[in-house]
């Protein structure tokens, strides 16, 4: 009996795996990386509230365009990107830690992670975001999105400090 309950459970989660390989590209090399922040003059705990709820990234990222709205998957917000693109993307549940991690789905069936923190710097806090190189990217691509997101966390920085 239990030969079979170790089977089936071994088919189910190779069901599972190739599903999800089926509808998302991922990759399986080390991605080049770099790490970008902001210094907000904010304390951490405030800031980490803020990027915590979901909703507020339409307010200071414009990669999150429009319509950000919260699908019936928990945790999973459908958006209008700043392309006219549909996307989704999934955030982190509210953590001790202030990860505010997400995945966004762009509707091309590739899933880019995204990693961000909150880290306390004396009374403010800097906000970390690393962005990974995709491996479709070009070096203008690659300049044009570390643009994007310099813009998006001095757009995060001003909206926070005028709170």
Do not use: C
């Amino acid at each position: 009996m239990k030969k079979r309950w170790h089977m089936a459970l071994g088919l189910l989660l190779l069901l599972v795996i190739q599903t999800k390989a089926q509808t998302v590209k991922s990759t399986k090399m080390a991605l080049p990386a770099q790490t970008l922040s902001i210094t907000v003059l904010r304390p951490a705990d405030d800031v980490y509230a803020f990027l915590s709820a979901p909703a507020n990234f339409a307010i200071w990222a414009e990669g999150f365009g429009s319509q950000l709205e919260l699908t019936d998957t928990p945790g999973t917000w459908r958006f209008k990107m700043a392309n006219g693109k549909n996307a989704t993307a999934t955030f982190s549940s509210p953590n001790p830690f202030r990860i505010v991690d997400h995945y966004v789905y762009p509707g091309n069936g590739q899933e880019v992670f995204v990693p961000m923190r909150v880290v306390a710097n004396g009374e403010a806090s800097e906000v970390l975001f690393t962005l990974f190189r995709q491996p479709e990217m070009t070096d203008e691509m690659l300049a044009t999105d570390k643009a994007a997101v310099l813009k998006d966390l001095a757009n995060l920085k001003k909206v926070l400090e005028q709170r």
